[in-house]
């Protein structure tokens, strides 16, 4: 009985269940969620001494999946950290030179040298989030993030 109920109430929501640009889930393909048509391209944020880290504020939407680059010039050695926000997603990849780490958590990354790296990840957990580089106070060093 309860399996039937379950299976009762998944078909009545699969309808509600679409992507933020309104293609429908049957549209993902055999990758599911991580198919192309559920994925966003997030602007990058910039590790630069005394630059801001991004233009504007992420507004992310819960079970899409998102890639950004993370460009270090070489200026400082610096970090991002952000622990509640990498909680509240799931990691898919992160590269690095070609090399695809995955993860099962970060609770910070850091460029001591100039380069860059793309994380791949599914917005999971609805909130506000912030990546700032780690002891600083200005609002320029900090990324306000929004999952919905």
Do not use: C
Request: glycine share 10%.
């Amino acid at each position: 009985m309860k399996q039937t109920l379950a299976a009762l109430g998944l078909a009545l929501l699969t309808p509600a269940l679409v992507l933020a640009d309104g293609a429908p889930r049957e549209d993902w393909g055999r990758a599911g969620i991580l198919s192309s048509a559920n994925k966003a391209e997030l602007p990058p944020i910039t590790l630069s001494s005394g630059m801001p880290l991004a233009e504007a504020p992420w507004v992310l939407t819960s079970g899409t999946y998102y890639e950004f680059e993370i460009e270090g010039d070489g200026s400082a050695e610096l970090a991002l950290e952000g622990s509640e926000f990498f909680r509240a997603i799931w990691i898919d990849e992160i590269v690095v030179n070609d090399l695809e780490i995955r993860p099962i958590g970060v609770n910070s990354i850091e460029f001591d040298d100039a380069g860059s790296m793309e994380i791949g990840f599914v917005a999971i957990k609805p909130g506000e989030y912030f990546l700032r580089i780690p002891g600083s106070t200005g609002e320029t060093q900090r990324l306000g993030i929004t999952i919905e």
